[in-house]
C-alpha cells in the first residue's frame, strides 16, 4: 500500500512569508495529525483531524497556522506569515480507527523540512 | 495532561553491549505506550507497542504502571541499530492522541 505522501520535501522563506504544505494519507485512515519537529526536540501535536473535523488543535499557534482537511482525505497546512522560530520539519502522521491490525499505529510521511531566513 | 520524558539525548554503547534506552510518562489514566524509531534518511516508524507483547529486531519494552516507565532493551546492540528512538503514549478513550518524547540517539560503536 501507498505510504503518506508529502509535500514540498523543502522549502526556505523569508520571514513573514508564507508557505503551505500538503499531506496524503494512507487511503481509508480517518485520522490525520500534523506534527511541528524543531531540531533536537520530539515530534509536537499541532493539529489532529478524525476526517474532517479537528478534534484537537490546542497546540496550533492560530494567530498565523491554519489547516483544512476537505472532504476527509488529503490536507494543507498553512503558515503565514512565517517567522524565524517556524524552521522546523513539518510531519504528517495518519492512523486507522477501523479496529483491525495496526489501529493505533502512526504511519508518517518523510516530512517537509522548512527553513525560515 | 500526558508527558512523556527521555531522560537521555545521547547514547553511545560498543557492538555486542546491552542496551537501555529510558522513558518515564505522566497519564492519569491507563495509557498505550509505543516506541517509534527513525533511522538515517528514513521516516518515522513504530518499533513496538506494549499491547502487543512482541519483540522486534531484538528490543522488547515492559510497562511498568507503579514506575511509569516504559523503558527500550536490547541484550546485545548492533551497529544496524543505530538510530533517533522516540517513546511515544496515547490516551485511552475518546479520540488518539499520541505525544511524544524528545528522543533519544543511539549510536553503537563498532
Known amino acids: 500500500e501507498a505510504g503518506v505522501a508529502q509535500s514540498p520535501r523543502y522549502k526556505i522563506i523569508e520571514k513573514r512569508q508564507s508557505v503551505a504544505f500538503w499531506c496524503n494519507p494512507i487511503?481509508?485512515?480517518?485520522?490525520l495529525y500534523w506534527y511541528q519537529q524543531i531540531l533536537g526536540q520530539g515530534p509536537k501535536l499541532l493539529i489532529q483531524?478524525?476526517?474532517?473535523?479537528?478534534?484537537?488543535d490546542s497546540q496550533l499557534p492560530k494567530d498565523r497556522f491554519s489547516a483544512e482537511r476537505l472532504k476527509g482525505v488529503d490536507s494543507t497546512l498553512k503558515i503565514q506569515p512565517a517567522k524565524l522560530e517556524d524552521s522546523a520539519v513539518y510531519l504528517c502522521?495518519?492512523?486507522?480507527?477501523?479496529?483491525?491490525?495496526?489501529?493505533?499505529?502512526?504511519?508518517f510521511g518523510e516530512g517537509s523540512r522548512l527553513t525560515v531566513l | 495532561a500526558q508527558r512523556v520524558t527521555q531522560p537521555e539525548k545521547l547514547l553511545s554503547v560498543f557492538k555486542g553491549a546491552p542496551v537501555e534506552l529510558k522513558c518515564n510518562y505522566s497519564?492519569?489514566?491507563?495509557?498505550?505506550l509505543f516506541w517509534y524509531v527513525q533511522y538515517s534518511r528514513q521516516r518515522l516508524q513504530l518499533l513496538l507497542r506494549?499491547?502487543s507483547r512482541e519483540s522486534i529486531k531484538g528490543f522488547t519494552a515492559d510497562l511498568n504502571k507503579g514506575e511509569t516507565s516504559f523503558h527500550l532493551k536490547k541484550p546485545f546492540a548492533q551497529e544496524e541499530d543505530s538510530a533517533m528512538y522516540y517513546c511515544?503514549?496515547?490516551?485511552?478513550?475518546?479520540?488518539?492522541?499520541?505525544?511524544f518524547g524528545t528522543g533519544t540517539k543511539l549510536q553503537v560503536i563498532p
Open positions: 502522521a495518519s492512523s486507522s480507527t477501523s479496529g483491525g491490525p495496526g489501529t493505533g499505529e502512526l504511519f
Open positions: 506494549h499491547i
Open positions: 487511503s481509508g485512515h480517518a485520522t
Open positions: 497519564y492519569s489514566g491507563s495509557p498505550e
Open positions: 511515544a503514549l496515547s490516551n485511552s478513550g475518546g479520540y488518539q492522541k499520541v505525544t
Open positions: 483531524f478524525q476526517n474532517n473535523g479537528v478534534v484537537d
